[in-house]
């Protein structure tokens, strides 16, 4: 069964900083999505990291993906308050995509 | 063009009611899952259909839950003799090729806007 972890699930972060968020996940897979979800809205697609050593970077967000490793981080740098959002990472399993459960992030002036 | 879609966006039932809930995915879409979110949680594979085929329903939580897309396109999630622990939002989403196709041509999958379901 495949289970997929995110550290930390709750984070409160000073605007200006830095902070990297993790998942975890159980089993073999080559691709990890991450998504973005604002209170009461519907999930955005921010990243598709489609083989090992992935790195994509939009604005200050940016994650990677390490398959051997099953591990992929979301890095944040110099968080503004419009970032505050929940983010969840998610991996595909056959015909089914199994997601995290998520990081709410507070970006505090 | 017009993404993902969703109806009703809220729904309120009494225990024990039927519901059904509608998506029309983004036109040309082969893929569509439906999804269950709890409050606070992360979305919670229900089931995966690729054009009209029903190719994987096994998180369906009980033989209350049942959907089809009879044409490829729009699909029906329905439950029946509603329970309290059904309440959460139901999202649908689609995406482009058949989700099994591997290599760079796979692409993300598209969420509507989610059913909140209220079961009192």
């Known amino acids: 069964e495949l289970k997929v972890e995110q550290n930390p699930l709750f984070l409160s972060m000073q605007e200006g900083k830095n902070y990297t968020i993790y998942c975890n996940y159980s089993?073999?897979?080559?691709?990890l999505y991450w998504y973005r979800q604002d209170p009461g809205k519907s999930l955005e697609s921010l990243f598709v990291?489609?083989?090992?050593?992935a790195v994509k970077q939009e604005g200050r967000l940016m994650a990677s993906l390490d398959t051997k490793a099953r591990l992929s981080t979301l890095h944040i740098t110099a968080a503004v308050h419009d970032l505050s959002a929940t983010y969840f990472c998610a991996v595909p399993l056959y015909d089914k995509v199994i997601f995290g459960p998520g990081t709410s992030l507070s970006v505090i002036p | 063009g017009a993404g993902v879609s969703q109806s009703p966006r809220y729904k309120v039932a009494k225990r024990g009611q039927d519901v059904a809930l509608r998506c029309d995915p983004i036109?040309?879409?082969?893929?569509l899952f439906w999804y269950q979110q709890a409050l606070g949680q992360g979305p919670e594979f229900l089931t995966y259909f690729q054009n009209e085929a029903q190719l994987d329903k096994s998180g369906l939580p009980s033989d209350r839950f049942f959907a089809e897309r009879p044409e490829g396109s729009v699909s029906t999630l329905k439950i029946q003799r509603t329970q309290q622990e059904d309440s959460a939002v139901y999202l649908c989403a689609s995406a482009s090729p058949p989700f099994r196709l591997a290599g760079p041509r796979f692409d993300t999958q598209y969420f509507g806007p989610g059913t909140r379901l209220t079961v009192l």
């Open positions: 036109s040309g879409h082969v893929s």
């Open positions: 990291l489609l083989s090992n050593g």
């Open positions: 089993t073999t897979s080559d691709r």
